[in-house]
């Protein structure tokens, strides 16, 4: 190599370095540091053992200060030893691992796990109770947390049934279920056409509803539910007109009826037949859905009550009409889903009416009237309810078969519900049965497997409504005897029924005992002092006699009166008419007489009749009497001649 390009390399070099230590980047070149992580762990291990030797030679000095007569050589020579080289090892473990690592400074970090302990045999006394890495204490944490891992897996352990209240709605069917989003309110309706509302916050062990009405008259109530904000409730019931209401049960609209003379459904403001079902918007707090029985699905406004918003119309196969019985909207509020009665679900995109965006022609038996439609909280899992006794799940991005199929479910009431857990893992429904025939039961299926994993016996009649609220953790089951069963669990539910059973039910206050007050004067005269009350119950006995302070009616007055007071008459028509015949003085012993005795001034003076037909009254001419009229008249009675 040439020297001259060698020298010129060097002054280069040289000269870079300069510059490198006049700009002060100087040590960008340096090497990077290197650890040595099995060092550390040792010099970590020791130092744990040095603190933990440290810890016993105090204590064993003190019980040898406070000991009399013995020696202070307690301190076992092998131990100091083990010590003493404990020590060594770990100045020169610190020396290599400070070569190695560039640094002064010595490291302190937490006690090694055990199972590096374990790798090196140790000669010195054991470690503290409180030393983490304890076998024995291990395990139990390893087994604690193997059997939480266990309980979130099994969803089954999740559900709230060890503890149940009863809600008496009424006699007959609770057919409407609903809790507002806070869950401090829940409102049931039945065919008994009330709405109750109950207040858990409110409410003590007698389990009494606050208010009881009947918003829609003589129609039963077919479904019910608060919106998104919990300020006002969609009422559904058995007439054409949806109505909503405030939280205290106050009318806040009524949706139109439309004109069931119109064809074309599309052409009227309203529905104008029987409603089936309803729900709000989960997203937008003034919208809701209604389906009826004129075959239509629509939506509305609260702010508009006098037209709906938009009309989804479900044709069969053929294209004809066919009638919706259940109706809901997708999680996020962009598909809209309905149940028919030819078996059929159908399901629109919110903003495109005309054509659907999924069908199933036959997602049910024919003929049987799908009673429930819920999506899953990821949206993606659609669960049906059918009339045909079955529980079917749908893919919605593979909308042609049904994923799972559940058969053997009697369904006798069109509201059937299911409904998802909170933690989308399980699927739940009410069976039916008929009346003395057996229990109606809450039916539990795993989402995946679809399994029936587990069941709860509600009563002795149908299961018709069921709700799972995901922030109370309680379940809600409405039956066909006119209960409301709340189930729920004292350590995983929170709030709800839990508010109400701790309160003890409150006594009635006797309003009808009216006591008075003794004022004692000892030193009034005896004509102003007040007798001493000796018992209340005369006390009472003795007002009660006393016309004054018992508010005894005078009685009526009878003859002329007195007081002031005038006898009052009868005051119906019969003893005015005997009044005045009994003041009239005049004798009509004969009428006939009394009659005729006006004969003569009539005649003569004319008045009422005769004046107005003077000029047009012919003058009378009288049949005169013949002999041949008297011998008829003395004929005999078959002899004469009937008229």
Known sequence: ???SRVEEASDKMSDDGEIASVMGFSGFGKKARTFDLDAIFEQTRRTAVERSQRVLEEREKETDMEEEGESSKSVKPPVKAAATASSKQESDSSSDSGSDSDSDSEVIGPPVPRQHEDDDELVGPPLPPGYTGSTAHSDDDDDDDDQEADDDDNPVKKIPDTHEITLQHGTRTVSALALDPSGARLVTGGYDYDVRFWDFAGMDQALQAFRSLQPCECHQIKSLQYSVTGDVILVISGNAQAKVLDRDGF????????????VDMANTKGHTAMLNCGCWHPKMKEEFMTCSND???????VNSEKKHKAVFKPRTFQGKKVTPTCCTY??????IAAGCQDGSIQIWDRNLSVHTKFHCRQAHTPGSDPSCLAFSYDGVTLASRGGDDTLKTWDIRNFRKPVNVATGLPNNFT????????DDKLILTGTSVKKDQGSGKLVFFDRTSFLKVYEIEVTNASAVRCLWHPKLNQIMVGTANGLAKVYYDPFKSHRGAKLCVVKSQRKEKHTE???QDYIITPHALPMFREARQRSTRKQLEKDRLDPKKSHKPEPPVSGPGRGGRVAAHGGTLSSFIVKNIALDKTDDSDPRAAILRHAKEASENPYWVAPAYTQTQPEPLFAEESEEDEEAENEPEWKKRKI
Do not use: A
């Not at 075959?295 to 406004?301: C, I």
């Not at 997708?330 to 598909?335: I, P």
């Not at 519900?417 to 909170?422: A, G, K, Q, T, Y």
């Open 330 to 335: 997708s999680r996020d509020g962009k598909l």
């Open 1 to 3: 190599m040439d020297p």
């Open 415 to 422: 509201m059937t519900d299911c409904c998802f857990s909170p």
């Open 295 to 301: 075959g239509t699905v629509r939506t509305w406004d």
């Open 251 to 262: 009318n806040v609209i009524e949706c139109v009826k439309g004109d069931q003379y119109i």
């Open 513 to 515: 005992i009216l006591t």
